[in-house]
């Protein structure tokens, strides 16, 4: 499988509030992406922006990032998938290289979610529900997840405290990590006490909105050889949705489209959950990581709060997961998540992340997903 | 009467579904079925993709169901700040047919449990706008 290869990752600072401009938010993930390559803004012969147009000011941002980067006359795209648009972007950057057509494409993600009020931004975050049918009950983004926590808390008996454990897991990496948001840890009192959103969610059971941009360079094989120490070989690409609607949904315990999705990653990569030896899940909120467990194979339906009260996702257990601090320390600026989720995986296997390296990591995983549900990606990495 | 007088905020006037208002007003919760294969939809869907076809009839949402999953939103969006505590959920009403709801504020939040029995009801909200909710069956 060694077609397509990821040559460079970056990202800007997330951050609350960054104070610049999008086009120098993505101008900082774009450079660190750059870093040590023997390719230039010349040799990317194709772009691929990613956000989630709703929290956007600028129409059209492809066209914007791509004259900012000097990245024209080369074809500018512009992908979205909501919070899971960079993975998104990723897939069709495979595919124009697999195809022929490209041969160096820049997946660029970006956010800047501190242009809007926190509650103008939950409004736009309910609009990604179906807007005919349940948006006018007054669905937001964490009550959502906030039914899954619920029902998973009901039919398996997972607890309030395990949620907390993945946050305390995850902002003690947070702390290490110089591009987080949240670069402190918390304690699980902190968590419990914390106040409630959308029952049993609590403020630090969720990611907060954030500023931010990554950058992924992908290469054809004969290119990425050349240019990278350390090509890093995309091994398996999963793609699945499931419905807006949280009425179509046939399990509130589980994400359909993240377990089809890995099923076809797996498949693909030809390899199996235990092969994994470090992944990045989407951590909106501490019950997505739970589920995340499951639905990628890590952990039993049911059992997955297991993984983290016996610190099994922890940088020395079993499947270290989220150990850059994951969205709820880093926070969450949309489209850029996912790159920012890849950057990590390139880290840790090319033995660069200092901050909390898995030892002789070889084979990643990153799970993006966009919406509640709707949009799931799975990618897995090979070094 | 369109579209735009359903729930508490309304981001959809025109639809081939407006009736559904309509059936609101006069007490009735309804679903759609297609005439040709049978597929029951709620929320009302006027088009049959599998068929295809666009040969539906409305069918009444009888309970009672129970209750699958539910939050209590403490943060409302835009819009909903007001109605903060409000608790969304999700009912099966047979079928595998499931409905998206809130539960009535009649029932205590403490009194929520999984797997109670619920009705699917008409409700007017202020301003003349309709809605329907969850309340004991």
């Known amino acids: ?383 | 009467m369109g579209f735009e007088t359903f729930g508490k905020v309304s981001f959809t006037s025109e639809t081939k579904a407006a009736a559904f208002v309509d059936y609101l007003a006069q007490g009735k919760v309804m679903g759609t079925r297609c005439k040709a294969c049978g597929t029951a939809y709620f929320p009302p869907k006027m088009d049959c993709p599998s068929c295809p076809d666009s040969e539906t009839e409305w069918v009444e949402i009888t309970g009672p169901g129970k209750l699958i999953a539910y939050s209590t939103v403490h943060y409302g969006p835009a819009g909903f700040e007001d109605d903060a505590p409000y608790t969304i959920a999700v009912g099966e009403f047979g079928n595998g047919l499931h409905i998206f709801s809130r539960i009535s504020k009649d029932i205590k939040v403490e009194e929520i449990k999984p797997g109670m029995k619920l009705k699917v009801v008409p409700i007017k909200l202020t301003g003349d706008r309709l809605s329907y909710e969850f309340q004991k069956a």
């Open chain 1, 1 to 383: 499988m060694d077609d397509v290869a990821i040559v460079g990752v970056g990202q800007s600072a997330f951050t609350r509030k960054s104070g610049v401009s999008i086009r120098e938010l993505c101008f900082d993930a774009f450079k660190e992406a750059m870093t040590g390559l023997d390719l230039t803004n010349k040799d990317i012969d194709a772009s691929i922006t990613c956000s989630a147009p709703e929290y956007d000011k600028q129409r059209t941002p492809s066209g914007l990032i791509s004259e900012y980067l000097e990245l024209t006359p080369s074809p500018a795209f512009y992908i979205e998938s909501v919070c899971s648009s960079s993975t998104t972007g990723l897939r069709v950057a495979y595919s124009l290289i697999k195809s022929g057509l490209h041969r160096v494409v820049a997946v660029i993600g970006f956010q800047k979610m501190s242009e809007l009020s926190s509650r103008d931004s939950a409004e736009r975050m309910g609009r990604g529900a179906d807007i005919m049918w349940e948006a006018p009950f007054g669905i937001s983004m964490p009550s959502g997840y906030a039914m899954f926590a619920q029902a998973h808390m009901a039919q398996f008996g997972t607890t309030v405290e395990q949620l907390a454990r993945v946050r305390v897991k995850n902002a003690s990496y947070g702390a290490k990590n110089p591009k987080a948001t949240y670069r402190k840890e918390v304690t699980l009192e902190e968590v419990l006490t914390s106040a409630p959103v959308a029952t049993p969610l609590k403020m630090f059971d969720a990611c907060a909105n954030a500023d931010g941009a990554s950058c992924i360079i992908v290469a054809s094989a004969d290119v990425a050889k050349k240019v990278s120490k350390i090509p890093i070989w995309i091994a398996g690409l999963g793609a699945a949705t499931d419905t807006m609607s949280m009425s179509g949904r046939k399990s509130l315990t589980s994400l359909s489209c993240a377990k089809d999705a890995a099923a076809q990653a797996y498949k693909m990569a030809g390899v199996k959950p235990q092969d994994i030896d470090v992944a990045e899940v989407h951590d909106c909120f501490t019950i997505s990581e739970i589920l995340a467990y499951e639905d990628l194979g890590f952990a039993k339906p049911g059992e997955g709060a297991r993984l983290v009260d016996e610190k099994q996702t922890y940088v020395d257990g079993k499947i270290p997961v989220n150990v850059d601090g994951g969205l709820l320390s880093k926070g969450h600026p949309v489209g850029a998540t996912g790159g920012s989720q890849m950057r990590t995986i390139v880290r840790q296997l090319r033995g660069e992340a200092t901050e909390a390296q898995v030892k002789n990591a070889e084979i990643g995983l990153v799970h993006n997903i966009g919406g509640v549900g709707q949009y799931g990606n799975v990618v897995i990495l090979r070094r």
